[in-house]
């Protein structure tokens, strides 16, 4: 089995910054992409970003220019850094991965609340 493992998460104020991780553990071969979706209360949820193997990087447009998205594929992690954060940030944070084992897996962490609020 595979798990992701998300951290980072909490309150912050208007304008300030936070860092998301996401490890992926178990049997893994290799990780295609790699990204990051939110669900705010009373949405759907949405892409934040995301970046492919080979670095390629996608966001949404709503984080553009704030969000950064990275990888370590020796750890076999994610990370989104949040700067410039805004209330309309608000919601719960998901990290996805596409995981090569003996097959191939969709693979979800468990979430990270986010909170942007003076």
């Known amino acids: 089995q595979v798990q992701l493992v998300e951290s980072g998460g909490g309150l912050v104020q208007p304008g300030g910054s936070l860092r998301l991780s996401c490890a992926a553990s178990?049997?893994?071969?290799?990780?295609?992409?790699m990204g990051w979706y939110r669900q705010a209360p009373g949405k759907e949820r949405e892409l934040v970003a995301n970046?492919?193997?080979?670095?390629?990087?996608n966001y949404a447009d709503s984080v553009k220019g704030r969000f950064t998205i990275s990888r370590d594929n020796a750890k076999n992690t994610v990370y989104l850094q949040m700067n410039s954060l805004k209330p309309e940030d608000t919601a719960v944070y998901y990290c996805?991965?596409?995981?090569?084992?003996?097959?191939?897996?969709?693979?979800w962490g468990q979430g990270t609340l986010v909170t942007v609020s003076s």
């Open positions: 996805r991965m596409g995981v090569i084992t003996t097959s191939y897996l969709e693979v």
């Open positions: 178990g049997r893994i071969f290799s990780i295609n992409a």
């Open positions: 970046i492919r193997s080979g670095g390629t990087t």
